[in-house]
């Protein structure tokens, strides 16, 4: 069920900017094509560009904001939220909460 | 004259004709029309629906650049139920890696929260590793299912039992006394998820148990956004129409029984919900393009009522899709590019 729906409508998460326009919705009540709009500014992207695996890995990579396969060195999970926040201009929970417990929360 | 292959609301590969295909759309949308009473789909959005449906192909997916967001319902038990046995940060990374999720919900296979509440100590762990690893957003879900709250399973009397003896005042008065305990209960776990990190709270099949289950989650989840603004709380239904068990209960003035999608989504959004998920259930003796052309006819006011986000429950038996546990991807597909498409949805 879930592979099918994702594949026949779903952005794709990380492989594209899937993950990102979810945020918009979730933080921001954003609808799709607002927050679609929203994430292509912030990223210096095209809507288009937005769902294409293709070019989004290679935004990812530039960006720091977690890919499917994780390359050594590159951000990933909590790190690559870490910018997903900065980039999007949102506050993620589990950011700010870690970096209280880290007690880097300056 | 050529036939279709379609499938039924079961699963079963059934062959139509054209006629047959076109009529099965146009009763689906005047039975949901009349019992929502909501314009039903008009004859483009009939023409699209029938084109979608009669295509032999064996998956049809939206347009390049169309695609939506994919929220999930009892994400982690997914794998496990196929036998898979995966811890469920594993799982959540299957998901997250290999399924293309937009979003991740890690879930207790005792999916209540009822049952989460004594264990949420052993669940917050769990989550909080899982965001450590995981990329993409992360909800904590479960249901609200009021009727574990009966005897024998719970606390309170047994409405069921008692509305059969005639002990009316009585069964209300249990459910009231249901509704309490739930809400505690949803907004501790909540709590307790949000302070550990979750991106989400969902409450999956909402008014499973009628108008008490819809009212404890809207009043939980208003507790839950006042408490933490920044909380995104998903509500997802269990049926497109609230069933009055109890009958008298109300929302900020609004009666609950009786209620479609269209005015559930009101309430939502009143209660502070940030993402609604409504449902229309499928009716196992009609075609699946029956049951679209139906579905959509209610979520379509839905959305346009909807200041919100509203990602539409498309499993096992909703939103257009057959009840079978092994789902044809035939069947799958067409419905998620219908519901997208016509439907305008912001996510499934």
Redesign the interface.
């Known amino acids: 069920?879930?592979?099918?729906?994702?594949?026949?409508?779903?952005?794709?998460?990380?492989?594209?900017a899937?993950?990102l326009?979810?945020?918009m919705?979730?933080?921001r009540?954003?609808?799709?094509k607002e927050?679609k709009e929203y994430v292509a500014r912030k990223l210096s992207v095209s809507?288009?560009d937005l769902?294409d695996p293709f070019r989004m890995t290679e935004i990812r990579d530039e960006l720091g904001?977690?890919l499917?396969t994780p390359l050594p060195g590159r951000p990933?999970?909590?790190e690559?939220?870490f910018r997903?926040a900065e980039i999007l201009g949102i506050?993620?929970?589990?950011v700010n909460?870690?970096k209280k417990k880290a007690n880097i929360d300056r | 004259m050529p036939k279709i292959l379609t499938r039924m609301g079961d699963g079963f590969l059934a062959e139509v004709s054209e006629g047959e295909l076109r009529k099965d759309l146009e009763e689906g949308t005047k039975d949901a029309a009349e019992r929502a009473k909501v314009p039903p789909l008009n004859e483009d959005e009939l023409r699209h629906l029938y084109d979608i449906y009669r295509s032999s192909a064996k998956f049809t997916s939206v347009d390049i650049g169309d695609e939506v967001v994919l929220t999930y319902d009892a994400g982690t038990l997914k794998i496990r139920r196929v036998g898979i046995d995966v811890g469920r940060i594993h799982a959540l990374q299957i998901y997250e890696r290999l399924l293309g999720a937009d979003t991740m919900e890690l879930a207790h296979v005792d999916y209540s929260y009822k049952a989460v509440k004594p264990i949420v100590g052993n669940e917050q762990p769990i989550l909080e590793q899982a965001l450590l690893t995981s990329t993409i957003p992360l909800f904590y879900g479960a249901m609200p299912n009021l009727g574990i709250y009966s005897q024998p399973d719970g606390p309170v009397p047994n409405a069921s039992e008692l509305m059969p003896m005639g002990k009316i005042a009585e069964a209300r008065a249990a459910q009231e006394e249901a509704v309490e305990l739930a809400v505690k209960d949803m907004v501790y776990v909540g709590s307790a998820m949000y302070e550990s990190g979750a991106d989400g709270i969902n409450f999956d099949t909402t008014g499973a148990a009628g108008d008490p289950d819809f009212l404890a989650t809207l009043r939980a989840s208003k507790i839950l956004k006042a408490k933490y603004p920044d909380l995104c709380v998903e509500l997802g239904m269990a049926g497109e129409f609230i069933l009055g068990m109890h009958g008298r209960l109300e929302f900020e003035g609004v009666r609950l029984a009786g209620l479609y999608p269209h005015e559930q989504v009101k309430l939502a959004q009143s209660a502070g919900v940030s993402i609604f998920g409504p449902v229309v259930n499928t009716n196992t003796s009609k075609s699946c393009a029956w049951n679209i052309a139906r579905a959509i006819t209610f979520i379509k006011p839905c959305v346009a009522n909807a200041t919100i986000p509203v990602h539409a429950n498309m499993g096992m038996g909703v939103g257009g899709a057959p009840v079978v546990d092994n789902p044809p991807t035939d069947a799958i597909s067409r419905a998620s590019k219908a519901m997208v498409e016509i439907g305008r949805l912001d996510g499934l």
């Open positions: 069920m879930a592979i099918t729906h994702a594949i026949a409508s779903g952005m794709g998460g990380m492989r594209t899937g993950d326009v979810a945020r919705q979730m933080t009540g954003m609808r799709i927050a809507v288009t769902s904001i977690g499917v990933m999970g909590m690559a939220k997903i506050k993620i929970n589990c909460k870690f």
